[in-house]
């Protein structure tokens, strides 16, 4: 019987510095086997190891369409991430999963689609975005709201702000937006402030949010006032975690009638399971 | 289902011939009040007239510490560590504890099993043993107090002996390398079996359904009834570790004294401890002690869909040894304003 437990072996090829307290590392298999037949679905996540520290949680941020690689992208801010942020291209790290249900990407296809991202929360939607693109002829229109406090916090601002002119060309509309920066010369206000600049059909869009769980209640109601469809609607959630796999107990949420594992039975839920249980959020 | 008897003069010789199983772990009296289980050398000295152990059997399956993984920090590789294991036998298991030993598999036998679990689960015989409940027992609304799978053998007292259910191929196997000790179950004993059920369901304190508490409780979670409650809890854990279905677990990296290798290890935890919700940036999941405190009644009162039961299993643990004298099941009746006790 396999060790559940186990970790893949992993290479770090490239580490690049989204913003001062987040990096962004690609990563490859070592073992040929396992980079041909390891997949996931955007939103799933991995527990990766730093040897001799412990195991963190992380939500893969690339699309699943590159076989072999995929990238994840990291805050400083424990014991554990400050040592990845230590890593060099050739280090190794462990790495198990892909972990929790993902996005229901399937049920998406032939729908526009709609990702509202506050702070660290652009790293599970940009897999779900790099996987739409991989996909362009499977998905309508396609907007992308990219959230921060400070334009220098903003995840992905260059990548995205790079691919303005084929966003253009391919329906996709990406906005940039920051609360707290005057000097930042884009958009401002908040995440929801910005859905009625989305290029979505409200009847005919999937959402995705990912952010802070503050930030939820706001964009659901800006969402369900512009006709966007409750059961459409699909968010992330957080809590500690040490397995992964529905063992450790740590991320048990939820209330007695809907007692759930973010990491096996999430982290994506939908908006009527997150209104009907108290404790999800 | 196969039954067969054995007779109060052969249950010694019965035990004793379980050694050559693998180690005998049955309870034995070790103070006025508490009974633990421990291996048994002398098999006169096991009690069966116990009701709870200090430390439920979930012990011998889901260590409290437990050695993962060794690991060579400088070379990033990883050795797990799979302890050698000896067969065991555990003699006198309850029905609830049964059940709430299926409810682990449940969660470390699901979709990715845990093979340091799996390994002690295949090396375990599990030996029923039927009980008459004390005032802190209330399996009976959690519909746990009979157990249909789960176990090898299940003893049921009979006047001059026990009727044995046998409910696994390694219960028909001793059944069958033993037969001198058994014999056919005949129409008085069968008379006798029925009058002990109905019996032990007269001396349970409480009747009714729990099947609507877990909605009863979400509805009434912000109620101050639980004030009083909340304030009292130590938050030390007793309740969980006593859990038959608690099994939370920590895992941790020690390192050597060199930092050249550590080992992973995984050890209890409990949702009644401060760190159990708290992340990485100081935002805490269960930050108050309500939070913590509901946390458990929350989860043992939720819906276990592998055996249509709650995860509590009414075994009455958590009440007996908590030192705030906090009481579980009146708690939850006194939300659910249930009043029927029979023999209160
Ligand atoms: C499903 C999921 C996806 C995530 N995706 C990302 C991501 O893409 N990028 C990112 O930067 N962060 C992500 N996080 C948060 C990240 O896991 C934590 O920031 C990280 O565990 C902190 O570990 P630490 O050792 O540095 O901090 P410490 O405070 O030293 O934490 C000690 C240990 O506690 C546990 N822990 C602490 N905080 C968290 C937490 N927030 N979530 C889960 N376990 C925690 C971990 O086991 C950790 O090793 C994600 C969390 C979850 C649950
Ligand atoms: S045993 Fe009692 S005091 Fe201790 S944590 Fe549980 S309820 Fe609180
Ligand atoms: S919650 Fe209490 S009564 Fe229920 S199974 Fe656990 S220890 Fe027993
Ligand atoms: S992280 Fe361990 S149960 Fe979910």
Redesign the pocket.
């Known amino acids: 019987m396999d060790n559940i437990y186990s970790l893949y072996k992993c290479r770090v090829l490239r580490v690049y510095d989204l913003t001062d307290d987040?990096k962004l590392f690609l990563f490859r298999f070592e073992n040929p086997d396992i980079a041909e037949s390891w997949t996931f679905i955007p939103g799933q996540?991995v527990q990766l190891d730093i040897p001799g520290l412990?195991?963190?949680?992380?939500?893969i941020?690339s699309s699943p369409m590159r076989k072999g690689f995929f990238e994840?992208?990291?805050?400083k801010?424990?014991?554990?991430?400050?040592k990845i942020h230590e890593l060099k291209p050739g280090d190794f790290v462990g790495v198990r999963g892909p972990y929790?249900n993902g996005f229901p990407i399937t049920e998406f296809e032939d729908n526009d689609l709609l990702l509202i991202a506050a702070g660290?929360g652009m790293?599970?939607l940009r897999s779900v975005f790099m996987y739409a693109l991989d996909n362009r002829w499977k998905f309508g229109n396609i907007t992308v709201i990219n959230s921060a406090k400070f334009g220098k916090t903003l995840l992905f601002k260059k990548e995205l702000e790079a691919m303005r002119d084929m966003a253009e060309a391919e329906n996709i509309r990406i906005i940039q937006t920051v609360t707290r920066d005057p000097d930042w010369p884009g958009r401002v206000g908040r995440a929801q402030e910005h859905i009625k600049y989305a290029n979505t059909k409200p009847e005919d869009a999937y959402v995705c949010v990912c952010g802070p769980p503050q930030i939820y209640n706001d964009v659901f109601q800006t969402l369900i006032k512009n006709s966007y469809d409750p059961r459409r609607i699909y968010v992330?959630l957080?809590?500690?975690?040490?397995c992964g796999v529905g063992k450790c107990g740590h991320?048990i949420a939820g209330s007695s009638t809907f007692l759930k594992y973010?990491?096996v039975d999430g982290?994506v839920f939908g908006y009527y399971d997150i209104i009907s249980t108290p404790g999800l959020i | 289902m196969r039954y067969v008897k054995i007779t109060n003069e052969k249950i010694y010789d019965f035990l004793e011939r379980l050694k050559n199983y693998g180690k005998l772990y049955a309870p034995v009296k070790i103070s006025d009040k508490f009974y633990d289980r421990k291996e048994i050398e002398d098999v006169r000295e096991i009690a069966f007239e116990y009701i709870r152990t200090l430390m439920p059997a979930k012990k011998y399956f889901v260590s409290p510490t437990e050695k993962m993984f060794e690991i060579d920090i400088e070379k990033g590789e990883y050795k797990e560590t799979l302890e050698n294991i000896e067969p065991f036998v555990i003699f006198g298991m309850h029905a609830c504890e049964i059940v709430g030993l299926r409810i682990l598999d449940g969660v470390y036998l699901d979709k990715y099993p845990d093979i340091y679990y799996k390994r002690k689960r295949d090396a375990g015989i599990i030996v029923g043993l039927s009980c008459l409940p004390d005032e802190y027992c209330f399996c009976n609304l959690t519909r746990t107090d009979f157990v249909d799978v789960g176990f090898d053998l299940f003893l049921h007292e009979l006047p001059d002996g026990y009727l044995v259910r046998v409910g696994s191929p390694n219960g028909h196997k001793i059944v069958d390398e033993n037969t001198d000790l058994f014999e056919e179950v005949d129409k008085n004993d069968i008379d006798a079996f029925r009058a002990f059920e109905e019996k032990r369901q007269e001396m349970f304190k409480w009747e009714g359904s729990f099947d609507n508490m877990r909605y009863i409780l979400e509805l009434t979670m912000e109620d101050e009834v639980w004030d009083e409650e909340v304030e009292k809890c130590f938050g030390c854990g007793n309740c969980t570790n006593t859990c038959p279905t608690c099994r939370c677990y920590d895992v941790q990296d020690i390192p050597d004294i060199d930092g050249k290798k550590a080992k992973r290890i995984r050890f209890w935890d409990s949702c009644q401890f401060r760190g159990h919700g708290?992340?990485?940036?100081g935002h805490n999941f269960r930050g108050t002690k309500r939070d913590r405190f509901l946390n458990r009644y929350i989860c043992k009162n939720a819906y276990f869909y592998g055996l249509g039961t709650s995860y509590c299993v009414g075994c009455g643990n958590c009440t007996y040894f908590c030192p705030a004298n906090i009481d579980y099941l009146k708690n939850l009746m006194k939300i659910r304003s249930m009043t029927e006790v029979k023999n209160g």
Not at chain 2, 278 to 281: D, E, R
């Open positions: 987040v996540f412990g195991e963190v949680p992380i939500s941020c994840l992208c990291i805050k801010i424990g014991r554990v991430t400050d929790g660290i790293a599970p992330t957080e809590r500690r975690m040490k991320c973010i990491c982290p | 708290l992340v990485a940036g």
